[in-house]
């Protein structure tokens, strides 16, 4: 259903915290551990290489959010559930390999019911950004930047985006189940699962605000309407 106009606040809030406590070098180096330096993010990474970078996605995330306005509150969680599993790397885009023994990341059963709408953002904006830049802008770049752009587009605060990530080569579905938080999850496991991020109480709280933006899928509340802690009764 369409959030109320005073949700926009509250994603705004969500994801300007999320982008500080997250520590976005940190996620970065993580991602690509063992493999690849990690980069310095900067404001101006791209300046000289592509400095159109963020007037393009900015193209297409307005477009979007005319024509098919649920991939504002999709594209914020696509990224949620990206950074929370190793890092804001894009390795949620990545898509499992023919006859692999091991899914993608996005085929994991937590994120099956992601929107369809916010991977296509980031695939229209990729290959827009490709055409003019091509090999320079990472995904995972071009990620925090539409997420931007909707908070923005919601009637939120434009703001910076430090840019320089590097865009995962790993995607496993098993990493996911322990480090996305559930439904049913109590305060005390969501709060040992948002200090193991480094993030805190007050993080989860501004965090789990941004949820009055878009609209829950029934199966994450039917259990309590129908069947309350196996009861047969609704959750009184």
Known sequence: MPAPPSSSSSVCTFLLIFLLAVRASNCAAKATKNTRPPRQLSVDYYAKKC?????????????????????????????FHDCFVEGCDASILIST??????????????????????????NKANELVERKCPGIVSCADILAVAARDFVHL???????VKKGRWDGKISMA?????????????????LKLFNSK?????????????HTFGFAHC???VGRLYNYRGTKQPDP
Do not use: H
Request: hydrophobic share 35%; net charge negative.
């Open 219 to 221: 199966k994450q509340f």
């Open 97 to 122: 390999k023919p006859g692999s023994k091991e899914l993608a990341e996005k085929d994991a059963e937590d994120n099956k019911d992601l929107r369809v709408e916010a991977f296509q953002t980031i």
């Open 198 to 210: 480094g993030l805190t109480l007050e993080d989860l709280v501004v965090l789990s605000g941004a």
């Open 154 to 160: 919601a009637g939120g605060p434009y703001y910076q």
């Open 174 to 190: 098993s990493r996911v189940q322990y480090n996305i938080p559930r439904a049913n999850f109590t305060i005390d496991q969501q």
């Open 51 to 79: 400095p159109q970078l963020e007037q393009i996605v900015g193209s297409v995330t307005s477009q979007q959010f005319k024509e098919a306005p649920v991939s504002g509150p999709a594209t914020i969680r696509l990224f």
